[in-house]
C-alpha cells in the first residue's frame, strides 16, 4: 500500500484547494477511504470518508464545505475543500485502515 497527498498550499480565507492522492498496490474502488487532518500541535482529527459504494460522510466542522471523491481509472482521492478557514490549517493525509501517505501541508492564512 502506498499512498501520495498532493495538492496543498497557502491559500487566504475563503479560498478553495483540491488535495490528491495517488493510490499504488490497492485498488481505491475496494477500498474505503478517509482523508485525516494533524493541526500543528494537535493530534489527528478525521475529516472525511468514502465507502465502496460511495456513500460519504464528514466531520461537523467540514460538513457542506468540504467533498471527498475518487476517480477509480486513475486509483486517485481527491478532497474539494472550499470556503477554507484559519481553523483548517493542518497537515493532510489521505488513509486506507492504519496506513497513509507523508501528508500536504494546507495554510489558511491572509
Known amino acids: 500500500v502506498q499512498l501520495a497527498e498532493s495538492g496543498g498550499g497557502l491559500v487566504a480565507p475563503g479560498g478553495s484547494l483540491t488535495l490528491s492522492c495517488a493510490a499504488s498496490?490497492?485498488?481505491?474502488?475496494?477500498?474505503?477511504m478517509d482523508w485525516v487532518r494533524q493541526a500543528p500541535g494537535k493530534g489527528l482529527e478525521w475529516v472525511s470518508s468514502?465507502?465502496?459504494?460511495?456513500?460519504?460522510w464528514y466531520a461537523d466542522s467540514v460538513k457542506g464545505r468540504f467533498t471527498i471523491s475518487r476517480d477509480n481509472a486513475k486509483n486517485t482521492l481527491y478532497l474539494q475543500m472550499n470556503s477554507l478557514k484559519p481553523g483548517d490549517t493542518a497537515v493532510y493525509y489521505c488513509?486506507?485502515?492504519?496506513?497513509r501517505g507523508q501528508g500536504t501541508q494546507v495554510t489558511v492564512s491572509s
Open positions: 488513509r486506507k485502515g492504519t496506513n
Open positions: 498496490g490497492f485498488s481505491i474502488s475496494t477500498s474505503e
Open positions: 468514502i465507502h465502496t459504494g460511495g456513500f460519504a
